[in-house]
């Protein structure tokens, strides 16, 4: 069973920037594609970024030129970094696969934009 650890949130006033790592104890290289979600409190998880196996990226529409993600195939990494940041972004951050079926979702990992 692949098991994912979130890291790299924290605490961060509005404008500021945080990288935050997706391990996935599994391959992911023969994975199509991996993503980033989040979920506010009282919310659903969305996805927020997906990046495909040839490199291509999708981006949901509230993040868009903010966010950027990227895989590295050889450690089992997925990253995403995140730049200008609102409070609407305060949510729990979670890897998963972008297509197909999901994982067993991680802990994730908390990220609070302050105002």
């Known amino acids: 069973q692949v098991q994912l650890v979130e890291s790299g949130g924290g605490l961060v006033q509005t404008g500021g920037s945080l990288r935050l790592s997706c391990q996935s104890s599994?391959?992911?290289?023969?994975?199509?594609?991996m993503g980033w979600y989040r979920q506010a409190p009282g919310k659903q998880r969305d996805l927020i970024a997906g990046?495909?196996?040839?490199?291509?990226?999708i981006y949901a529409e509230s993040v868009k030129g903010r966010f950027t993600i990227s895989r590295d195939n050889r450690k089992n990494l997925v990253y995403l970094q995140m730049n200008n940041l609102n409070p609407e972004d305060t949510a729990v951050y979670y890897c998963?696969?972008?297509?197909?079926?999901?994982?067993?979702w991680g802990q994730g990992t908390q990220v609070t934009v302050s105002s």
């Open positions: 998963n696969t972008l297509y197909g079926s999901r994982w067993t």
């Open positions: 599994g391959s992911i290289f023969s994975i199509n594609g």
């Open positions: 990046i495909r196996s040839d490199g291509s990226t």
